[in-house]
Every structure is written in structure tokens, then in C-alpha cells.
């Protein structure tokens, strides 16, 4: 079954403030920041065995990532990294968000919006025409925020399964009565 695709046509970036004494730092090259990006997507997002195998296929082998320039890290008060989002632009002209995690310590805070809104933001910058992400049904705060934040439901084909009801039932879970879905 393949996972649940969004689309959010460029459009200006609504800014969202973190919590008092956090902020978004970009990726510095560091081992240590690759042990702390193992720790975070392991809460939830992927199985990490070996956060540096893992950060290998996940960010330095992804098509078109600049690591450098498109992953960045939520940093609490105390200077621990708590989440961490990539945000970069397809050779295709599309922008593209990938590995979205945050440990659950810190979320509820509305770190996810602001980081989510810096990631837009950093790409809207690039000069993208849209930008997508693909989620699981489960990740229902997750996908709140990024409707929350423009996206849009996209009907992919899945002859595995019925977009069209599976989106349904997760718009109807969040409590939203009716929302736009496009087609892939």
C-alpha cells in the first residue's frame, strides 16, 4: 500500500514562532548531529539499526538533497537537537519535504509548524512551483499541520488500495468537513 502523497502549490509561507528558547539550526557535518538525527527519526518514523547507515540512505544518497543546505534541526533551551525536517528543491523544479520527526518529549509545542514553516520557506526561496511530501495514515498530527499549512490531499493511483476512502477517513478523523482533493 503506498503511502498518502500532499501537494501545496507555491504561495507565501505563514511564519510560526517556536517556543521560547528554541531554534532552527542547519545541518553542520558533524557525527554527532548524525547519532542525534538517528535518535529523533528512530521515535516514530524509521527503524535506525545504525544512524549512520541509515543517514547515509536516507539523506547523503537521496536524489537532490544538499545536506548542508536542506536538512535542519530543532534545538531546545539546553542545546539538544528535538527534531528535524529536510526541505529541498527537485531538479524537477518541485520542492520536497522528507524525514519529518521530532522526539515526543517536545511535541504539542507547535515546533512542528514552525520548523515545517522554515522548511517551506527555505524552499519557496529556491523558486519552487509546488512542493510535496508523502506520510502514512497514522501520522495524523502530522498531517493536520500540513494541511494546516497549504497542502492538499493527492489521489494517487494504489491498486492496493482506494485513496479516495483512505483520505476520507483521515480528513473525517482531524475533524475537517470537506477538503479539496487533487488528482496525481
Known amino acids: 500500500m503506498k503511502q498518502l502523497k500532499m ?3 507555491s504561495a507565501p509561507v505563514i511564519p510560526h514562532a517556536l517556543p521560547e528558547g528554541y531554534r532552527i539550526l542547519p545541518y553542520g557535518e558533524s557525527e554527532v548531529e548524525i547519532a542525534d538525527w538517528g535518535t529523533i527519526v528512530a521515535e516514530g518514523l524509521i527503524k535506525v539499526e545504525n544512524s549512520a547507515d541509515a543517514f547515509d540512505r536516507y ?14 534541526f530543532v534545538v531546545d533551551p539546553s542545546g539538544k537537537r528535538v527534531a528535524t525536517i529536510v526541505g529541498l528543491r527537485c531538479a524537477e523544479g518541485h520542492g520536497y519535504i522528507h524525514m519529518v520527526g521530532s522526539l515526543p518529549e517536545c511535541r504539542g509545542r507547535g515546533i512542528g509548524h514552525a520548523m515545517l514553516a522554515h522548511a517551506l520557506t527555505h524552499i ?4 519552487v512551483t509546488h512542493t510535496v511530501l508523502t506520510t502514512d495514515d497514522h501520522r495524523l498530527p502530522a498531517i493536520k499541520q500540513y494541511l494546516d499549512a497549504g497542502f492538499l490531499p493527492v489521489l494517487r493511483h494504489d491498486p492496493d488500495s482506494d ?8 480528513i473525517g ?5 470537506q477538503v479539496e482533493y487533487l488528482p496525481e
Not at 124 to 127: Q, W
Not at 163 to 170: P, S, T
Not at 173 to 177: A, D, I, T, V, W
Request: charged share 30%; glycine share 6%.
Open 59 to 72: 539523506i547523503v544518497h537521496w536524489r537532490d538533497l544538499q545536506p548542508a543546505e536542506d536538512l535542519f
Open 124 to 127: 519557496e526561496e529556491l523558486g
Open 7 to 9: 501537494l501545496r502549490p
Open 173 to 177: 478523523s482531524l475533524g475537517y468537513r
Open 163 to 170: 485513496m479516495a476512502v483512505r483520505w476520507d477517513k483521515v
